[in-house]
């Protein structure tokens, strides 16, 4: 079955300081790849997604994650946290039933 | 506005009680999901549907109902079976063409059952 890691469960930094969030997949097929952000007391939204093309992919609030398929790896990374970006982030993947399969999350807290 | 909603946002239920949770969309989308969410598990599917008038298990099906007579509207009921009901329910929808899975999430209920 398809299972994504997630190795930092619980990641506390500063803010300006830089983050990386992991995340690996198992499936050796297509797959499409997500960051989900739950910030505190607020839905569950998508932060980017890669489906092709470049594995650097950019999305919302200075996030961008890099699709390494050698590592089957996913990483979220931002260069500068902020205060604000104090949420859960799930890694997400889509091995192509229209069904995703979670991450168990990991939980930032960015101190001012 | 489009979008997701769940409600009640916060549900209490005695032990051996069943509860439905109500989950409806406006997005026009053909699928839709059933989550939990536990801390330090993620999410879990419960169950999915794809159409109106099908649905299918997903991981953690045991304990749980739903139905889909409605495109918009995909209620999940929490049955006295399931032996660990208190969590989070969240319920998505996306569309059933080619968006790569990218779901749409509602507010998510809180489920607490003594």
């Known amino acids: 079955a398809q299972s994504v890691s997630q190795h930092n469960h619980h990641v506390i930094l500063s803010e300006a300081a830089s983050l990386e969030l992991g995340c690996n997949y198992s499936?050796?097929?297509?797959?499409?790849l997500f960051w989900y952000v739950q910030y505190p007391g607020q839905h569950l939204q998508l932060l980017l997604k890669?489906?092709?093309?470049?594995?650097l992919v950019k999305g919302i609030k200075g996030f961008e994650a890099e699709f390494i398929k050698s590592k089957f790896s996913f990483n979220l990374r931002k260069p500068s946290v902020q205060w604000s970006d104090t949420a859960e982030y799930f890694c997400?993947?889509?091995?192509?039933?229209?069904?995703?399969?979670f991450g168990t999350g990991t939980r930032l807290l960015v101190s001012p | 506005d489009g979008g997701i909603t769940q409600s009640p946002k916060y549900l209490f239920r005695k032990e051996g009680q069943n509860v439905t949770l109500s989950c409806e969309q406006n997005?026009?989308?053909?699928?839709m999901y059933w989550y939990r969410q536990d801390p330090g598990q993620g999410l879990r599917l419960i169950y999915y549907s794809q159409i109106v008038n099908d649905f299918q298990k997903g991981d953690i099906a045991e304990g749980y109902s739903v139905s889909r007579e409605k495109k918009e509207s995909f209620p999940l009921t929490v049955t006295s079976a399931q032996k660990n009901p208190t969590a989070f329910y969240l319920c998505?929808?996306?569309?059933?063409?080619?968006?790569?899975?990218?779901?749409?999430f509602g507010p998510g209920t809180r489920l607490t059952v003594t």
């Open positions: 890669y489906f092709s093309g470049d594995p």
């Open positions: 997400a993947v889509n091995t192509g039933f229209q069904k995703l399969v």
């Open positions: 998505a929808s996306s569309t059933s063409g080619t968006n790569g899975g990218e779901q749409y």
């Open positions: 499936y050796g097929g297509t797959v499409n």
């Open positions: 997005l026009n989308h053909d699928a």
